[in-house]
């Protein structure tokens, strides 16, 4: 799973911090200093806005707790 992050982005450390809280591994690619990155990401999600969560294959767009949890298989209590 890849995480498309900047560094000042909320949201962004929102996703990272929710992922770590559940013990879900992910590799941070961080598009401002990635330009290939970036272009990757608009074109597989017609979007440059961050985060995106690449979940095999499923793109999550923002910090969509609800997707994260479905695609992820997390159940809060």
Known sequence: ????????????????????????????????????????LVRRSGQRGVPQTDIDGTIVVGFDKAKLNRLLGITEQ
């Open 1 to 40: 799973m890849t995480v498309y992050t900047t560094p000042s982005c909320p949201w962004c450390n929102a996703t990272k911090a929710y992922l770590r809280q559940h013990n879900i591994p992910f590799r941070e690619v961080d598009v401002s200093k990635n330009p290939s990155a970036a272009a990757e």
